[in-house]
């Protein structure tokens, strides 16, 4: 699957010039920009840097025909299609999306690893979305990533702090960070782990184990640097808070007992912790040495067992059973007398129940005319939820 891309273009300023002819990509995710920029440059000689989602042909990703806002260093030689764009202010647009957005944040980025020492001869757009903006910068000592995100991730260099001073070796090495979302994070060799087998995924659950052990002492620092609070109750009103502009019916029993399911979780026995958030083997790059786990920015404080949830939700019941089996006995052994296996049955429909909420939190964020990378999860996950409520509790 590919996608079919128009360029709608204006410049520093934010005047528009016209749109591109429309052209292929390959790649079929909609935040993914690099071919798009390639190929703007390879076709049109011109210089971009893509801002935002217009418009789409479909309801979601991936793929179809995908019109995007680019900013670019100078009019192209070629004719330019006028076209009509809304180019007026959104409050919930992210400042990498508006003109001039990321020539600040590079020039940022830029200066960060000067002041390190580092000479920056070259950038290359990766990434962006309502999420995040991804840019690589490469020097003469190496690579570097700039990740901007939004204010609901923005903990996310706390996160990363916290882990630098606990596991070094286990952690992104972050170079700098300011207050308004932006980081830059030293390349990590190897590749993300899509792929990776159940015994890799084992090696992940054990040395997150360890590092959920660490976090588990220091919750009170985790807390006081920003990182949201999920905890038991917390987790609760927050979810019903985020899913209130939603349809609940399917549901509405589980929400009815989430407290009372909350409380039997907290039971079970296990310390509230450092939980990742989304850990699927795509969030751990590795390279055969050294496996380092990613993207924090959904990182809370809060039950352990969300995160062994999410690295086993794609497998088979008959492949997840020996992950799940070997994180039962890691807890079991480290906190005598928890009930690890009844905590991960509680909290199995509270998994994409809260899944949903992050997701209509993302809606709520985010202006519309990003809605489509979203609109459909929220529903999906409400389903999921429910559908898992009803297999656990007919089991």
Request: charged share 20%.
């Amino acid at each position: 699957m590919s996608r079919t891309v128009t360029l709608v273009l204006v410049d520093a300023a934010g005047r528009l010039l016209g749109a591109l002819p429309p052209y292929d990509v390959p790649e079929p995710w909609w935040q993914q920009v690099g071919a798009i920029v390639d190929e703007a440059h390879r076709r049109y000689g011109v210089e971009v840097a893509v801002l935002r989602l217009l418009t789409a042909d479909r309801p979601e990703p991936p793929g179809g025909h995908l019109t995007y806002l680019a900013e670019a260093t100078a009019p192209p030689a070629v004719p330019l299609a006028p076209v009509s764009v809304d180019l007026a202010p959104h409050p919930l647009r992210a400042p990498w999306a508006e003109p001039g957005g990321p020539a600040g944040s590079l020039a940022w980025a830029t200066a960060e690893l000067n002041r390190l020492g580092r000479t920056v001869t070259a950038v290359a757009q990766h990434r962006t979305w309502n999420l995040s903006a991804i840019w690589r910068l490469d020097g003469d000592r190496g690579s570097a990533w700039l990740k901007q995100v939004p204010p609901f991730f923005r903990h996310e260099a706390a996160v990363l702090r916290w882990l630098t001073a606990a596991a070094p070796d286990t952690t992104p090495t972050l170079l700098a960070a300011d207050d308004t979302g932006r980081i830059l994070l030293d390349h990590i060799p190897g590749e993300d782990r899509y792929a990776a087998d159940p015994a890799e995924r084992a090696a992940i659950a054990a040395d997150h184990h360890g590092l959920q052990l660490r976090a588990a002492a220091d919750v009170t620092a985790l807390l006081a640097a920003g990182v949201p609070d999920l905890r038991g109750p917390t987790l609760a009103g927050w979810t019903r808070d985020r899913l209130a502009p939603h349809d609940l019916s399917v549901v509405a029993d589980l929400l009815a007992g989430l407290d009372d399911r909350l409380d039997q979780v907290r039971d079970c026995g296990l310390p509230d912790t450092l939980v990742h958030g989304d850990l699927h083997p795509g969030n751990v790059r590795g390279d055969g040495i050294r496996r380092t786990v990613i993207d924090w920015g959904d990182a809370f404080v809060g039950h352990p067992a969300f995160d062994i949830l999410r690295l086993t939700e794609t497998l088979d019941p008959a492949t997840a059973a020996p992950l799940l089996d070997a994180w039962v006995a890691r807890w079991q052994a480290d906190v005598p007398g928890s009930d690890p296996r009844r905590a991960v049955d509680l909290l199995r429909p509270v998994a994409p129940l809260r899944m949903a909420a992050v997701y209509a939190m993302f809606l709520a964020g985010i202006e519309p005319s990003e809605h489509p990378y979203h609109v459909h999860d929220v529903p999906a996950c409400l389903k999921q939820a429910a559908q898992t409520q009803g297999a656990t509790s007919t089991s």
